[in-house]
């Protein structure tokens, strides 16, 4: 997973095993599909219940219900596909992020939207984790720097698609035809996972989620990562609430995923040459920055500049925080390492959205901001100390 992509290039062994495979392609169906389900809706559901009379507080919850239940779906799915196989979880997984979009369709009580989100958190967890030990099967051990970069790609842009085009398609459209779009694609996906291969690959890790959890070397990055992820949940569930123009947050939603890719882009790069330690400290601080531009919500300028820089930031502190991490472990390890990172990922944002709602029920969206910058800066703490850290200090 460390493997850069001039890594690649530079094999010169014409004799490389294909990357782009049909079962691949096969894959890259449910990733899409999985994709445009989850990142469609992310921020329109959010809006939805807040819209439906729940307010800021029923904004959080909804966004909170989706990263609890992702991130219990993350740790139990992996003995869920070794006893059942990749296809059967991943094809329940699809359906779970689907169908219960359709509820909404028909209802917008707060039980309804909780239960869906819910649901969907499950559904969302599976496809991530069934569907990315299935991916690596898929490509080739001497490519997989490539490879995975082409899933990174092939994921992404959905993701960077999704997120304006859902709130705009809510404001201009109706609520209804987000919902359907954001069932129909996980749904349509299905056809393409009995065609996949089955077999789960057999051992575990030499490095245990206990073992991680008592390591510093492996928490200081993590603990980071979710400064950072905590701000990514707030942007994505607020945004649209605290920014009164639809055309400026749609702008913004654009602008932050599109910033994210370049960074950890760039991100990975660096890091390949010169080591990753070092951009930590500095992707804490464009993250903060970039939320404390924020706060000023009715300036246009300084809210899409806000959502470049934090982009910029999160991207970079997302590679740079995954990067130390493997490289802590053994190969052997980077399961625990998935496991560790993609929690704080999914549990910050999670937390993130509940906590904002609260404070800006109270004190409003600009101090909310400026609340959140605060906290975000907090992770200099741990960054500080994991500095030019040595790899094996785990």
Do not use: K
Request: glycine share 14%.
């Amino acid at each position: 997973m460390t493997t850069s992509l001039d890594s690649s290039a530079r094999q010169a062994d014409p004799a490389r095993p294909r990357l782009v495979t049909r079962a691949l392609l096969l894959r890259f169906v449910s990733i899409v599909g999985a994709s445009i389900g989850f990142n469609l809706l992310l921020s329109v559901v959010p809006l939805y219940a807040q819209e439906s009379g729940g307010g800021e507080h029923a904004a959080g919850l909804a966004t909170g219900a989706l990263m609890l239940a992702t991130v219990i779906g993350e740790l139990a799915t992996p003995a869920l596909a070794a006893r059942l196989g990749y296809r059967p979880v991943l094809a329940a997984g699809l359906v779970l992020l689907g169908a219960p979009a359709l509820v909404l369709t028909a209802t917008g009580s707060m039980a309804a939207v909780v239960a869906v989100c819910l649901l969907r958190g499950l559904g969302f967890a599976i496809t991530i984790v069934a569907g990315g030990a299935l991916t690596a099967t898929l490509i080739p051990p001497e490519r997989r720097g490539e490879g995975l970069a082409l899933v990174g790609v092939v994921s992404g842009l959905p993701s960077l698609i999704g997120l304006p085009f859902g709130v705009w398609l809510a404001q201009h459209v109706g609520y209804g035809l987000v919902f359907t779009i954001g069932a129909v694609a996980p749904l349509a996906a299905v056809a393409s996972v009995p065609a996949l291969p089955n077999g789960a690959r057999a051992g575990g890790p030499s490095v245990g989620i206990r073992q991680g959890l008592r390591s510093g070397g492996l928490l200081r990055p993590a603990v980071v990562f979710a400064s950072t992820a905590l701000a990514a949940g707030i942007i994505v569930t607020f945004l649209p609430l605290a920014v009164p123009s639809p055309g400026v947050v749609a702008v913004a939603l654009l602008v932050q995923p599109g910033a994210s890719t370049v960074a950890r882009w760039l991100a990975g790069r660096h890091g390949d040459r010169r080591g990753s330690a070092g951009l930590v400290l500095p992707a804490v601080l464009a993250s903060a920055a970039g939320v404390l531009l924020l706060a000023r919500t009715a300036d246009p300028v300084a809210v899409v500049a806000g959502a470049a820089l934090f982009g910029l930031g999160f991207g970079a502190a997302q590679n740079a925080t995954l990067m130390l991490m493997y490289a802590r472990v053994p190969a052997a390890g980077f399961g625990t390492v998935t496991a560790l990172w993609n929690v704080a990922y999914d549990g910050a944002m999670g937390v993130g959205a509940v906590a904002f709602g609260a404070v800006a029920g109270g004190a409003g969206y600009p101090w909310a901001f400026v609340l959140t910058a605060a906290v975000t800066l907090v992770a200099l703490v741990p960054a500080w100390r994991d500095r030019g850290t040595a790899s094996a200090d785990a």
